[in-house]
């Protein structure tokens, strides 16, 4: 016998190749579901199916008031589709016999001439639609009648009058639910008169089924309860119960001998939706038990068996509609769990974006208020002896020339001073006149007595006043500190209570679902911040993936082909288990991107320096660069510095822009002190999507940017900031370009090289002379060529910021998803 071999197989490779089953199972399903949905609605066949049924249905015997409403509304509302739906209308006419396709035909050849004539005087057609259809119908009738009968009588006036009046109706009605046969997927929730119109249209289309049957099994009473159980299973009892009126009348008014279906369908959608906690088996049950209940009524044992066949099979037909449907449905009816939980995440998304930016712009304040605050505390108070200020004030104006100087304060300070301070009281008491034994003595000791006199009862008012400004905006400057710390914390409070907002993209959302569902990534949902082209955010809920990179390796560059533009993981939640699910948020890869490089030195080699910098990136997309000198060197010019970036890059982050930024900041800086001390500002904001600089120089040195063998000067002539307190900002506009080399520094860079004269072409043979691009090479390089030619001697603060500026790469390739441009 021939030895059999025999493979023996894990119980964990069974596994995963039923997990692959099943996921090329779901992905089938999946895209057997968009190739049905592109079919029935991009190619517009459901226009064509639903047209064909409206071109049957009847009611009354001889009305039929269906066709041209729907034609109408496709007309108006989908254009491209009218084709179609004409095709449809005469089709379904023309299968019940000639005269009712000859009574369409005609009816739609009416109307479309009435339109072209209405076109041609009125602007807005589309509010005097119901109006052509009425006047189309009723000239139909009567046309067709006359043809026929050769007469015309009051009946037939009366039933063309009714006839138009029902189309009328239907337009509007038609108008309002055409749309749900147009869209793939709608998440906005219906208004009952939404739910009462698209009911209607079907209930019509089920109409045009009034003559079909299957073994005396009536297609029309299979479909009125399958609709009837979808929506008491999607809705609960109380739209189930409307359903089923809405559904019953429509079809009574078809066949006069089907009137106690509307009580069947009532009845049963009422229980099915009360029974819908049973799922769908409860649901069902709901329908049979109304069925039988209902059909006891009955004279004839055989329709009490056949409503029972048409009630199983109706009901069989609901146990295998897939569950997405039912949800879908469920979605857009107001007062389900499912809406309810749809529009809950919704306001929680809005939330979150509100609370966000209102962080920001607390931040703001709290910064505010803690500058204002701190500098109120460095600023010096009012002096211990103010009359040591005031007599140094005097002294210099009238002693500094005197001859007797040396004399008087030298050689008799105590007495002088003794004398001066006696002075200064009479004067403020106003007794000075009084007092003539001190203004005899005075006279006799001081050569410029009368200058010294009159010069203390000139600015000792004007001193006195001085003092209580700075008292006073000194408290103001509290005042303002305390109210700024309120506000930001009122927002910060209120930001807790909320949590974040996003706009209204949910048919992005959705196709984005479907899209990467088609392709057989599982995805719990989409959610889109923003659709803003160069600054997508989505944020989407992935299963577990073991570290395999999926979002980065497979979904974003599926992203990247959906959206037409690069797209990347900017933040990644991992979930903590193989159950859970990865929260990731994607967004656009920007074009450039900028690799800085920085040096800074103290003057002496010391450890504080009086120039600042920040290299940070504000917003969508935008990076900026910005380096701050303080007047002098030390710990007060570092603070006065350190404190103007903070304050800029607060402002820039909440999303002011950059000119109101720095006129914001140059007034905070102008108004907490009152000392002479001010600080100057190069700032560089590059767009990293158009590649566009924008350069604000206030009181700055000139920036360069090399581009191959050329180098470019870049410069203002804005004040510093802190010296005037209106000041119009000068906004400088370059276009930059991938490889160009952004070269930002300091006063004490650009003005250090000793033994030059010309500081501006010194500095363009440097960095024209650079045998390397590397940003931080360079901005050594350019430090060490100025310490140099001073002996290695640091003799003023120093700072370089370079950027380089490349193109912006994708680390994965764009995945095609092929489904999405079928």
Same mark, same amino acid.
């Given at each position: 016998?021939?030895?059999?071999?025999? =493979?023996?197989?894990?119980?964990?490779?069974?596994?995963?190749?039923?997990? /692959?089953?099943?996921?090329?199972?779901?992905?089938?399903?999946?895209?057997?579901?968009?190739?049905?949905?592109?079919?029935?609605?991009?190619?517009?066949?459901?226009?064509?199916?639903?047209?064909?049924?409206?071109?049957?249905?009847?009611?009354?015997?001889?009305?039929?008031?269906?066709?041209?409403?729907?034609?109408?509304?496709?007309?108006?509302?989908?254009?491209?589709?009218?084709?179609?739906?004409?095709?449809?209308?005469?089709?379904?006419?023309?299968?019940?016999?000639?005269?009712?396709?000859?009574?369409?035909?005609?009816?739609?050849?009416?109307?479309?001439?009435?339109?072209?004539?209405?076109?041609?005087?009125?602007?807005?057609?589309?509010?005097?639609?119901?109006?052509?259809?009425?006047?189309?119908?009723?000239?139909?009738?009567?046309?067709?009648?006359?043809?026929?009968?050769?007469?015309?009588?009051?009946?037939?006036?009366?039933?063309?009058?009714?006839?138009?009046? *029902?189309?009328?109706?239907?337009?509007?009605?038609?108008?309002?639910? /055409?749309?749900?046969?147009?869209?793939?997927?709608?998440?906005?929730?219906?208004?009952?008169?939404?739910?009462?119109?698209?009911?209607?249209?079907?209930?019509?289309?089920? =109409?045009?089924?009034?003559?079909?049957?299957?073994?005396?099994?009536?297609?029309?009473?299979?479909?009125?309860?399958?609709?009837?159980?979808?929506?008491?299973?999607?809705?609960?009892?109380?739209?189930?119960?409307?359903?089923?009126?809405?559904?019953?009348?429509?079809?009574?008014?078809?066949?006069?001998?089907?009137?106690?279906?509307?009580? *069947?369908?009532?009845?049963?959608?009422?229980?099915?939706?009360?029974?819908?906690?049973?799922?769908?088996?409860?649901?069902?049950?709901?329908?049979?038990?109304?069925?039988? *209940?209902?059909?006891?009524?009955?004279?004839?044992?055989?329709?009490?068996?056949?409503?029972?066949?048409?009630?199983?099979?109706?009901?069989?037909?609901? *146990?295998?509609?897939?569950? @997405?449907?039912?949800?879908?449905?469920?979605?857009?009816?107001?007062?389900?769990?499912?809406?309810? =939980?749809?529009?809950?995440?919704?306001?929680?998304?809005?939330?979150?974006?509100?609370?966000?930016?209102?962080?920001?712009?607390?931040?703001?304040?709290?910064?505010?208020?803690?500058?204002?605050?701190?500098?109120?505390?460095?600023?010096?108070?009012?002096?211990?002896?103010?009359?040591?200020?005031?007599?140094?004030?005097?002294?210099?104006?009238?002693?500094?020339?005197?001859?007797?100087?040396?004399?008087?304060?030298?050689?008799?300070?105590?007495?002088?001073?003794?004398?001066?301070?006696?002075?200064?009281?009479?004067?403020?008491?106003?007794?000075?006149?009084?007092?003539?034994?001190?203004?005899?003595?005075?006279?006799?000791?001081?050569?410029?007595?009368?200058?010294?006199?009159?010069?203390?009862?000139?600015?000792?008012?004007?001193?006195?006043?001085?003092?209580?400004?700075?008292?006073?905006?000194?408290?103001?400057?509290?005042?303002?500190?305390?109210?700024?710390?309120?506000?930001?914390?009122?927002?910060?409070?209120?930001?807790?209570?909320?949590?974040?907002?996003?706009?209204?993209?949910?048919?992005?959302?959705?196709?984005?679902?479907?899209?990467?569902?088609?392709?057989?990534?599982?995805?719990?949902?989409?959610?889109? @911040?923003?659709?803003?082209?160069?600054?997508?955010?989505?944020?989407?809920?992935?299963?577990?993936?073991?570290?395999?990179?999926?979002?980065?390796?497979?979904?974003?560059?599926?992203?990247?082909?959906?959206?037409?533009?690069?797209?990347?993981?900017?933040?990644?939640?991992?979930?903590?288990?193989?159950?859970?699910?990865?929260?990731?948020?994607?967004?656009?890869?920007?074009?450039?991107?900028?690799?800085?490089?920085?040096?800074?030195?103290?003057?002496?080699?010391?450890?504080?320096?009086?120039?600042?910098?920040?290299?940070?990136?504000?917003?969508?997309?935008?990076?900026?660069?910005?380096?701050?000198?303080?007047?002098?060197?030390?710990?007060?010019?570092?603070?006065?510095?350190?404190?103007?970036?903070?304050?800029?890059?607060?402002?820039?982050?909440?999303?002011?822009?950059?000119?109101?930024?720095?006129?914001?900041?140059?007034?905070?800086?102008?108004?907490?002190? =009152?000392?002479?001390?001010?600080?100057?500002?190069?700032?560089?904001?590059?767009?990293?999507?158009?590649?566009?600089?924008?350069?604000?120089?206030?009181?700055?040195?000139?920036?360069?940017?090399?581009?191959?063998?050329?180098?470019?000067?870049?410069?203002?002539?804005?004040?510093?900031?802190?010296?005037?307190?209106?000041?119009?900002?000068?906004?400088?506009?370059?276009?930059?370009?991938?490889?160009?080399?952004?070269?930002?520094?300091?006063?004490?860079?650009?003005?250090?090289?000793?033994?030059?004269?010309?500081?501006?072409?010194?500095?363009?043979?440097?960095?024209?002379?650079?045998?390397?691009?590397?940003?931080?090479?360079?901005?050594?390089?350019?430090?060490?060529?100025?310490?140099?030619?001073?002996?290695?001697?640091?003799?003023?603060?120093?700072?370089?910021?370079?950027?380089?500026?490349?193109?912006?790469?994708?680390?994965?390739?764009?995945?095609?998803?092929?489904?999405?441009?079928?």
């Amino acid at each position: 016998m021939p030895k059999t071999e025999r =493979t023996m197989v894990s119980p964990t490779a069974d596994l995963k190749m039923l997990n /692959v089953s099943g996921a090329n199972v779901l992905q089938g399903s999946t895209r057997m579901r968009l190739r049905m949905e592109h079919m029935m609605v991009h190619l517009g066949v459901i226009i064509l199916v639903v047209g064909f049924l409206l071109g049957r249905a009847y009611i009354l015997g001889n009305i039929l008031p269906f066709a041209l409403p729907f034609f109408a509304a496709v007309f108006i509302m989908k254009k491209e589709r009218t084709a179609l739906a004409f095709i449809g209308l005469v089709a379904g006419s023309l299968s019940v016999s000639l005269q009712h396709a000859s009574y369409t035909f005609v009816a739609i050849i009416l109307f479309l001439v009435g339109h072209m004539i209405l076109k041609k005087s009125v602007k807005r057609v589309q509010g005097l639609l119901p109006i052509q259809v009425f006047f189309s119908i009723f000239l139909t009738h009567l046309v067709l009648v006359y043809a026929y009968h050769s007469e015309l009588t009051t009946y037939d006036f009366l039933m063309s009058s009714i006839e138009a009046g *029902l189309s009328y109706i239907l337009t509007i009605i038609f108008l309002q639910s /055409v749309p749900f046969l147009t869209q793939v997927n709608r998440r906005q929730g219906l208004v009952t008169e939404e739910i009462v119109c698209l009911i209607i249209l079907i209930a019509s289309v089920i =109409t045009g089924t009034t003559d079909w049957y299957i073994y005396d099994v009536s297609v029309q009473h299979i479909l009125s309860r399958y609709l009837v159980l979808i929506f008491a299973f999607a809705a609960g009892a109380t739209v189930g119960c409307t359903v089923g009126v809405v559904t019953g009348l429509i079809m009574s008014l078809s066949n006069v001998a089907s009137l106690y279906q509307m009580s *069947l369908l009532a009845f049963s959608g009422l229980l099915g939706g009360l029974l819908k906690e049973g799922k769908k088996v409860g649901t069902g049950l709901g329908l049979l038990i109304g069925t039988s *209940l209902i059909s006891l009524y009955g004279d004839k044992q055989g329709e009490i068996v056949s409503s029972i066949i048409e009630s199983c099979i109706a009901v069989a037909l609901f *146990l295998l509609t897939p569950k @997405y449907l039912l949800e879908k449905i469920a979605k857009i009816i107001p007062g389900t769990a499912e809406n309810v =939980t749809d529009q809950q995440q919704y306001l929680r998304k809005i939330r979150d974006l509100t609370s966000e930016r209102i962080i920001r712009f607390s931040n703001v304040f709290q910064a505010l208020s803690t500058s204002f605050t701190h500098f109120g505390a460095v600023d010096t108070d009012e002096p211990e002896d103010k009359v040591d200020l005031f007599l140094s004030d005097i002294t210099a104006k009238s002693c500094q020339t005197c001859f007797k100087k040396e004399q008087c304060w030298s050689m008799n300070f105590d007495r002088t001073y003794s004398y001066m301070e006696d002075l200064m009281d009479g004067v403020e008491k106003g007794t000075l006149e009084k007092n003539h034994k001190l203004q005899r003595e005075w006279e006799k000791y001081c050569v410029r007595s009368s200058k010294v006199k009159e010069l203390m009862e000139k600015e000792l008012f004007p001193f006195n006043a001085q003092l209580q400004l700075k008292r006073q905006v000194r408290e103001s400057r509290r005042l303002v500190a305390e109210q700024l710390a309120g506000v930001a914390k009122v927002m910060d409070d209120f930001a807790r209570e909320i949590t974040r907002e996003k706009e209204n993209h949910q048919l992005q959302e959705e196709q984005i679902l479907d899209c990467l569902k088609g392709f057989g990534v599982d995805i719990r949902d989409v959610e889109i @911040y923003s659709m803003e082209q160069g600054n997508i955010d989505i944020e989407m809920n992935i299963p577990y993936c073991n570290g395999r990179g999926e979002c980065e390796k497979l979904i974003a560059p599926m992203l990247s082909d959906i959206l037409r533009e690069n797209i990347v993981v900017k933040k990644e939640k991992c979930a903590t288990s193989p159950a859970g699910f990865c929260n990731v948020s994607f967004g656009s890869l920007k074009k450039y991107m900028v690799d800085a490089g920085l040096t800074t030195v103290a003057k002496g080699g010391g450890f504080v320096s009086g120039d600042s910098h920040k290299l940070m990136e504000i917003g969508a997309g935008t990076y900026a660069i910005a380096i701050s000198d303080g007047m002098g060197n030390g710990e007060r010019a570092h603070m006065e510095s350190t404190e103007t970036l903070k304050l800029l890059q607060k402002i820039l982050q909440s999303g002011i822009e950059e000119t109101v930024a720095i006129k914001a900041i140059n007034s905070i800086l102008s108004l907490r002190t =009152t000392d002479e001390i001010f600080a100057t500002l190069d700032l560089a904001m590059i767009d990293l999507q158009t590649a566009t600089a924008r350069f604000l120089k206030i009181g700055a040195t000139p920036s360069f940017i090399k581009r191959g063998d050329q180098v470019i000067k870049i410069e203002g002539s804005n004040l510093p900031i802190g010296i005037v307190q209106e000041f119009d900002v000068d906004v400088i506009h370059v276009e930059l370009k991938p490889g160009d080399l952004l070269i930002m520094m300091s006063d004490g860079v650009y003005e250090g090289a000793k033994y030059v004269e010309n500081h501006e072409m010194w500095m363009k043979r440097k960095i024209r002379e650079l045998q390397t691009n590397n940003p931080q090479d360079v901005s050594d390089l350019l430090i060490e060529e100025v310490i140099r030619t001073k002996d290695k001697h640091i003799e003023d603060d120093m700072t370089v910021v370079v950027a380089q500026f490349e193109h912006n790469n994708p680390k994965w390739a764009t995945i095609p998803v092929y489904s999405l441009h079928a």
